[in-house]
Every structure is written in C-alpha cells, then in structure tokens.
C-alpha cells in the first residue's frame, strides 16, 4: 500500500517503536511464549527478559530493580498509585488528598471518584504559565492528607513542575507524594534514587515503546496495597500473566531514551524553537506555558478566532498530524481543561493546537509544517472575515 508521506508531530500522543525495541520483542511472541513463572527452560529465560527489563527501566531511572512495577501503560500506574494510596490512608483516618488543576484525567478522574466515596480533594490551581508552586501545596497540606499527586510535566503544554521542591515538602511533613511522569520519563534527566519521589508513573508508548505497557514506581518502605488480587507476579501487587514481549520493548526504549536524552532534547527543543519563531509571526497568535521550565518536544500554540479541529483537518490533508490539546481531549466538544485552567477563553482553547516533535523531525519538515500553519491561518481568517 503506498502511504502518503506524513509528517507526524503528535509525539506526546504517542511514539513510533524503534527497530531495536521491535527486534528485542520479536522472538517473545513465537519461540519465547514460555510462561515467566514456570520452572523449565522456556519460562525461566521469559524470566531472564523480564527481570532485564525490569533493571533496564530502573537504570534508567536510578532507582532499584524492585520497586518497578510493570502495568498496562500510564492510566493503570495513575490509578493503582491515586486509589491505593488514598485507601491505605483511610485506614488511618487520613482522607484528604491533594492534586492539581492541570493533571491528567487519569489522575483528575481517579480524584473525583474518591470524592464521590467520601475524599476531599484540594486541586490546586496551576499559573498562567501551568505552574504550581510548592507554597500552594504547604498551604493545602493537612495533618489529614493521605497523597500529594502532581504531574511532573504537563502534556499538553509542557511545563515542568518543581517536583523536587514538592517532594521534599511532602517528605517533610510525611505525606506520601505520587507524580505522573509519562510525559517526562525518557525526556528529562531523573533519578529517582536521589528525588524525594514516592510513587512514579510511566508510560512505555510516549518514548518508542509499544502501547499497553507501563510501570508504576514504588519507592521501597512505601505501603502501597495491591492493584488487583490474583497470582504472585510482580510480587503479588500486580498479578497476572506478564505481557514478556512488551516488557522487553519497554526495557530497550528506556535504555535507548537514557543513552540519547541529552543530544535528542538539544536536537528536539532547536526544532520546536525553530518552529516558534515562525509561528508566533502569525499575527494574533500566543504560545502557552512555561518559556524556560518546559519539556523539549512540546508547543502549545493558540490562534486567535481560529477552530482548532478545523485547522487539525486542513492540517492532515496536507500529512501532518498534530492535535488539539491532548489526544484524549480531540473530538470532545469541552475545551481542554488545562488551558482553561491556565486562564484560556473557551474560544481561545479551541483555537490552540499542540505540536510535540520528536528526534526523527526534521528541520525541512519544521518548515513544511510552519508554511502549511501560515498558509491555512491566512486561509480560515479571510473566510471569517468574508
Ligand atoms: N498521564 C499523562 C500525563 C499522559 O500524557 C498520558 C497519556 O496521554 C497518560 C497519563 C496515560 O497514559 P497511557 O496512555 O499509557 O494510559
């Protein structure tokens, strides 16, 4: 089938896998099928991969082989670590979480549901730029609080939470701190050996893993009950049958991210600067978040009197995929949450559309996308007008 040439620019979506991330699962589907907790040869090297895998992502990480947890992807982690948390607070009479304005569904969602059992959520309100302040958290903390839960950096506008600062308040005061960090794993330095970090959640299909596999951090000493109930896999926390395969896919892109993270940022963030400069000469446009504390790859550009969806299509026809602030959120009517939280009019939230680049952008491809934008912004503006 001969496919038109895209250019995708949607990589805080999701990733396409590498050669090597393919190879290394390849054999897992076929010849490697053996079942990880049986005792012969065919299950005991699925064993080996995992546990490979397992201290892959951990390097990766700095952290400790055993406190990695492989989940089903990003949504699972932030889930088991928001849920279980706030249930094991319960136990001792804390009921109170905090979380901000800006979170992921998987995280905001998770919270309402709590709400609805009887919780109460502080949602801190982020800043203009999507920033929230470790004052804000000190000032809503409570004796009462079971779990402090604030993304690492935003995905649909990039910036980057003072998650250190954060981290050690909760530290302090001994309250447990989860991040969401599926956008920043594989893009920003961590070590998480090192950072007052509890509870951290990763998603292998954000940085050229496949999708449906993740992996929630455990800071050890941490109580944390189980996901689900079942076998004794992932120490019981998190049975079922491991997915071998997508495992050792997610062990190689992490080990891959690490090793080119400084020379890929350098490379992505030239790019997304370059394509700013062009963009923000668009007249009545605005970049949203945070100039300087922001992810490499992300830009959140808003064009004034222009349908974000329209521009999106008109976009596509000419091959190049981007989105309207977070994949979950196109298609839905609601304006994304976190541009109305970072002070966006409605209009102005759907006339914001998200470019996130990734190491196989290049830069002929920045200009192909910037003529493309100016072309269409022109184009929408003067049917407005007429
Ligand atoms: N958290 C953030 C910040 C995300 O961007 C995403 C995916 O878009 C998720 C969580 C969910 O991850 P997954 O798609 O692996 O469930």
Known sequence: MAEKKIIYADHAATT??????????????????????????????????????????????????????????????????????????????????????????????????????????????????????????????????ALVSIMYANNEIGTIQPVDAIGSLCRQHGVLFHTDAVQAVGHLPIHLERQPVDLLSLSGHKLGAPKGIGALYIRKGVTLPNLMEGGGQEHGRRPGTENTALIVGLGIAMQEAASRMEEDSRYIARLRDLLEQRLLTIPATRLNGDRLQRLPGISSVSFDGIEGETMLLLLDMQGICASAGSACATGSPQPSHVLRAIGLSDRQAKGTIRFSLGSENTEQEISYIAKTVEEIAERLRAMTLG
Not at 47 to 54: L, P, Q, S, T, Y
Not at 66 to 94: L, P
Not at 118 to 141: D, H, K, W, Y
């Open 16 to 145: 396409r896998i590498s050669q090597s991330v393919l190879e290394a699962m390849l054999p897992y589907f076929q010849d490697g099928y053996g079942n990880a907790s049986g005792v012969y040869g065919l299950a005991r090297s699925a064993r080996k991969a995992i546990e490979e895998a397992r201290r892959q992502t951990a390097d990766a990480l700095g952290a400790l082989p055993d406190s990695i947890y492989f989940t089903s992807g990003g949504t699972e982690a932030d889930n088991w670590a928001v849920r279980e948390a706030a249930y094991a607070g319960r136990t001792s009479g804390k009921t109170h979480l905090i979380t901000s304005n800006i979170e992921h569904h998987a995280v905001l969602h998770t919270c309402r549901r709590l709400e609805e059992e009887g919780f109460t959520i502080t949602r801190i309100p982020a800043n203009a730029e999507g920033m929230v302040s470790p004052e804000q958290v000190r000032e809503a903390l409570r004796p009462e609080t």
